[in-house]
């Protein structure tokens, strides 16, 4: 099978991507406001969608291949594509809010991850680290370097603390499709893979567990979670390579 051609973006696609991206980290930037201990998922993803349609955008996820919501929410050691529901979070929880919206035909997407009140000790540094591993990746984001540079600097954070990286999920290209090629592993050999070229767009989203990488898919088809029950964490930002270097789309 032939690989998929990786699409570039004109400048005026870019734009729209930013306006979408906009959408999106309000959005997060609002779902995290209300995390509380006592608040039920589904009231997160509901005032998400309300708001997200307001400004005139498409809650991307909501029906993508089936999936009933406008957001993924995974708590604790669900590690993605967590569905809202009555679930009310708690003290000492982790919530990972996953989002994107399309606006004029073209999709943003992006991840955080919130504590719920106090978090143990390590529970911080492993939201630390994981956001710590976006940022690594994205600072690799530039053109001439490799898709390989990004894959290996959000590993070498994982590496230093012994966290999982999470393997059979990863960052993707986006745009006119929330998953677009190429392909971006959260682990793996610097210097390899296709060449970087400015108008590409990228999700970077690095997920690193507590504990082992090891994964599952729950019943329900959708639902992932560690292996070992441990806690995980999920960052991602949607970012244009330019020749001035990496530029975040889904900033609010």
Known sequence: MARELITKKSL??????????????????????MVAPGIK????????????????????????????????????????????????????????????????GLVADAAITVAVGEVAPEIVQ?????????????????PGNRLGDISHAIEAVAKTANLGVVREYCGHGVGHRLHEAPQIPNFGPAGVGPVLEEGFAL???????????????????????????KPSAHFEHTVAITREGPRILTLP
């Open 126 to 142: 492993l939201l630390q680290l994981t956001r710590r591993g976006l940022e690594a990746g994205i600072a690799q984001a530039w």
């Open 203 to 229: 999700a970077i989203e690095p997920m690193f567990n507590l504990g082992t990488h090891q994964v599952a898919v729950k019943a329900d088809g959708w639902t992932v979670v560690t292996l070992d029950g």
């Open 12 to 33: 005026a696609e870019l734009e729209m991507m930013r306006q979408a991206g906009s959408i999106v980290g309000q959005a997060l930037a609002l779902m995290a406001s």
């Open 41 to 104: 998922t589904a009231q997160l993803d509901q005032e998400a969608e309300a708001f997200i349609r307001s400004k005139g955008a498409y809650p991307t996820f909501k029906g993508y291949g089936g999936f009933p919501t406008a957001v993924c929410i995974s708590v604790n050691e669900q590690v993605v594509h967590g569905f809202p529901s009555g679930r009310k979070l708690k003290e000492g929880d982790i919530v990972s809010l996953d989002c994107g919206a399309t606006f004029q």
